[in-house]
């Protein structure tokens, strides 16, 4: 398509045209901004290749042409042909809109045929520019920034038309287990199929964006009411919960959605933003799966969260952790052969907080791992301080969290405590979960066999929730599998239970392995095990979690002679 002002140029124009082969083009020339516009709206954009607009230096006033024409063609390349008198139309060409100045008293057909490529090829590079700047390179979705403008102009449009705007912030559950278990690579994909389905469940008008890691916004336009965010919310719930198969891996997903809306909960995208992620993480809180909204209240439990967080972090330098003893039992003969050791937190002014409350702050913010390094010295101390009173020797268990066994330093954590206490190093137990050996197996098939020469014991915690397989298990030098407790719970009355814990037992002991069950509470569940020939086992039937003091006068009769 050209553009051209009636004009002494205008028919030099239509010679270069001419020139270049008659093939070569389809020309359509009109004469001023209003019939361009009234091509713009009948034609459509997708029907030319480029645009050129001749600049009349007499009658045109530059900034203003060039902007109009590329308001109207936004995606179409822009040519400009002018003067050579006129060099500030050609400084300012780029700035205005254009891809590139043609000089007419010096141009031939191949000068403009040039020129038209060059815009054409410089359009697609501004595209692909854009392109990374506002778009998210996986799965092809709005990115951050993107979403703020698309947010803001949703505000401005629901304020003029007295509507709502919803946001639904999204957030996968334990997502990071599957990175951590079958690689970032699948995780990339299950992230692009997400972004599909819940693209599905959306409409045109609607924006869908990811903030990053697994997490995705939603921004509802020109919505009447909550009822309309909350049938949306349901509707990805129940879109996401369908199975998909990826490199022949089988996953179910789920998600936490937290729902804020404007003008109720916020009158600025931020804040719009900020209480939908407060509302999410309720969600999760509550069970996961499912949708929660925004309201006030929930501002002062984050305010609590954050103080509890801070707390945490002066609590081993103000010697506020302290470490209970959970005994573990020997099948049949009852006698204790080793003892888990605990952290728990002695808050100031909340008195003895819960591991469920602050575990998951620790780990979400790095502090699991000084604390897990505390955990280590101090339960080395106090083995040996047992040993030295007397006491015959048990092995003591600590929980090592992904984050820590993934620690360069992490052997010269461990070897150090040891030698701090002067604690043999049979006689510690390292326990450490599934995930945390598959996140990168060929690295922890390295560290374990370091551990293992060194005479410490390896176990594999909270066995059953993770996606290890038998050929994985056999690499590593392991000495038990503990069985997760959600097994354990309803063994005696849920066939499928008792059916898991038989295969369990059978599968390590066929590997050389013993088993521990974790969250014995109820006698009957005891005799089951036995029957399953589970050698060892831990949990309230027993005892609960004790300080060390009550543990060795508790116990001490009951420890089993040294092998």
């Known amino acids: 398509m050209l553009m051209s002002r009636q004009g002494a140029d205008t028919h030099h124009l239509q010679t270069l045209v001419d020139a270049a082969g008659p093939s070569r083009f389809h020309v359509d020339w009109v004469h001023g901004l209003a019939q361009a516009a009234q091509i713009a709206r009948d034609a459509g954009e997708s029907e030319y290749d480029a645009v050129i607009l001749h600049l009349d230096r007499a009658k045109d006033h530059h900034p203003n042409a060039i902007r109009a024409v590329s308001e109207l063609f936004a995606d179409i390349p822009l040519v400009i042909c ?135 916004v939603v921004v509802l336009n020109g919505i009447n009411g909550a009822q309309d965010a909350a049938k949306v919310a349901r509707k990805i719930i129940d879109r996401l919960s369908k199975p998909v198969v990826i490199e022949g891996h089988e996953v179910f997903v789920t998600t936490s959605i937290g729902i804020s809306l404007f003008p109720n909960d916020g009158m600025d995208k931020n804040a719009l933003i900020t209480n939908a992620d407060v509302a999410m993480y309720r969600a999760k809180e509550e069970g996961r799966n499912h949708f929660q909204f925004y309201t006030y209240g929930m501002n ?3 305010v609590e969260q954050l103080t509890l967080e801070n707390d945490l972090r002066r609590a081993i330098e103000r010697d506020e952790l302290l470490l209970h003893y959970q005994p573990q039992i020997r099948l049949p003969d009852r006698r204790v052969i080793g003892v888990e050791a605990l952290v728990r937190w002695q808050h100031p002014e909340l008195g003895l907080v819960p591991p469920a409350r602050f575990i998951p702050i620790a780990e979400e913010t790095g502090l ?60 510690l137990s390292l326990e450490i979960t599934e995930s945390s050996l598959m996140k990168n197996p060929e690295d922890a098939v390295v560290t374990l066999r370091l551990l293992h020469n060194m005479g410490i014991g390896i176990a594999i915690d909270d066995f059953g929730t993770g996606y290890s397989s038998l050929a994985h298990l056999k690499r590593f030098p ?86």
């Open 82 to 216: 002018g003067t050579s008198d006129d060099e500030d139309a050609a400084v300012q060409t780029l700035t205005f809109g254009a891809q590139d100045y043609v000089v007419m008293e010096n141009a031939d057909a191949n000068t403009l045929i040039r020129s038209i490529r060059f815009a054409i090829e410089r359009k697609r590079m501004e595209r692909q520019l854009q392109s990374l700047v506002h778009y998210d390179s996986l799965t092809r979705l709005p990115n951050r920034q993107l979403l703020l403008d698309r947010l803001t102009q949703a505000i401005a449009q629901a304020t003029r038309q007295e509507s709502l705007v919803g946001l639904l912030l999204l957030d996968l559950d334990r997502f990071k287990l599957v990175n951590d278990t079958l690689g970032h690579e699948f995780g990339d994909k299950l992230l692009a199929d997400v972004a599909l389905r819940v693209n599905d469940c959306i409409r045109d008008s609607d924006t869908l964006a990811r903030l990053g890691g697994d997490e995705f």
């Open 300 to 302: 002062a439990s984050t």
């Open 368 to 427: 699991i791992v000084p604390i897990g390094q505390w955990v280590l010295q101090k339960a080395c101390a106090q083995a040996k301080e047992w040993l030295d009173s007397g006491m015959p020797p048990v092995v003591v268990s600590v929980n090592m969290s992904s984050r820590q066994f993934h620690q360069e330093d992490m052997l010269r954590t461990v070897t150090d405590a040891l030698e701090e206490s002067g604690l043999s190093a049979d006689q």
């Open 478 to 563: 392991l000495q038990a599998l503990k069985i997760d407790r959600s097994f354990i719970n309803d063994v005696t009355e849920n066939s499928e239970d008792a059916a898991i814990v038989r295969a369990i037992v059978a599968m390590a002991h066929s590997l050389n392995l013993k088993v521990v069950a974790e969250g014995v509470e109820l006698e009957k569940q005891l005799e089951f095990l036995e029957d399953a020939e589970c050698d060892e086992i831990q949990g309230f039937l027993i005892s609960k979690p004790v300080p060390a003091a009550d543990f060795a006068a508790k116990f001490l009769n009951c420890i089993a002679e040294p092998a």
